[in-house]
């Protein structure tokens, strides 16, 4: 049945047309609304609180100030109308940029700013959503890796503290995920997979972080037994198309997944 799906899924090179469809796995509003409004933004984040997501997911960054801003690439070349590094500026300068994603949406979110996480999480205080926290890491800088984890964590907890039990730490970098373990022995926490890890399963992983969450590529799904241990390790993929929705959704074990229509959910 899974290779089934698989060729289905990865095979699937047909253009399509968004349509509502149900789903009994939970879904994560991957980067806002992200299909339809720039993403990781004000604007995508507001449209995903009126959709049946239960989780939103977001990136991070650290800006020259230490601010954590919210952005998928560290280069602001690609969504932004400046170009250069995220930490090269200080945030008072980042929020003169637009972020409203020119390239893909033209001038009509032209207005929309490089957001900060707090003001996403005072969005998201009287909701009812679960937010993911993406810790990005920068490869060419250790130092900046050693120490993201806990500037991102503590912002968080000294300004809303209230949302502990609502908020989830990501990233692909397990250094970092185990470093705000070092600071917080409860608070949740999410490793994230593009290939299997080299030694165990993916919910060994999560286990090993002493975790109940665990995010991978959806191309994993073609591989045996990488769904296991779902009594102890909720698992999530990314990023799926609306018309893969009824094929996930009969996929054993898989607890939810991500995707930038969560306005297609009906």
């Not at 509003?29 to 984040?45: I, K, W």
């Not at 799904?221 to 779902?230: A, C, F, M, P, R």
């Not at 698992?235 to 898989?254: N, R, S, W």
């Amino acid at each position: 049945m899974r290779k089934t799906f698989l060729w289905v899924l990865l095979g699937f090179m047909v253009s399509f047309q968004l349509m509502a469809a149900t789903t009994t796995k939970k879904v994560i509003a991957h980067r806002g609304l992200s299909g339809t409004y720039p993403e990781n933004t004000m604007v995508s984040f507001k449209r995903a609180l009126e959709t049946k997501a239960e989780f939103m997911e977001l990136d991070v960054h650290l800006s020259k100030d230490d601010q954590v801003v919210v952005m998928h690439d560290e280069d602001l070349s690609r969504t932004t109308n400046a170009t250069g590094l995220i930490g090269t500026y200080p945030l008072v300068v980042l929020k003169t940029f637009s972020a409203g994603f020119l390239k893909k949406f033209g001038y009509k979110f032209y207005k929309e700013k490089v957001p900060t996480l707090l003001e996403v999480l005072k969005l998201i205080e009287k909701s009812r959503m679960y937010l993911l926290i993406e810790i990005k890491s920068h490869d060419k800088d250790p130092q900046y890796n050693e120490r993201v984890g806990q500037v991102v964590y503590e912002a968080v907890m000294k300004n809303t503290p209230q949302l502990k039990d609502r908020v989830a730490f990501i990233s692909f970098n397990v250094e970092i995920l185990e470093k705000i373990r070092a600071l917080d022995k409860t608070v949740r926490l999410g490793p994230i997979f593009n290939e299997l890890p080299k030694e165990g399963s993916l919910a060994d992983q999560a286990l090993k972080l002493d975790t109940d969450v665990v995010v991978f590529s959806k191309k994993l799904l073609s591989l045996q037994n990488v769904i296991e241990k779902t009594d102890q390790v909720k698992h999530f993929i990314y990023t799926v198309m609306p018309p893969e929705f009824a094929q996930v959704d009969q996929v054993d074990g898989l607890y939810g997944f991500a995707t930038d229509y969560a306005d297609q959910i009906d």
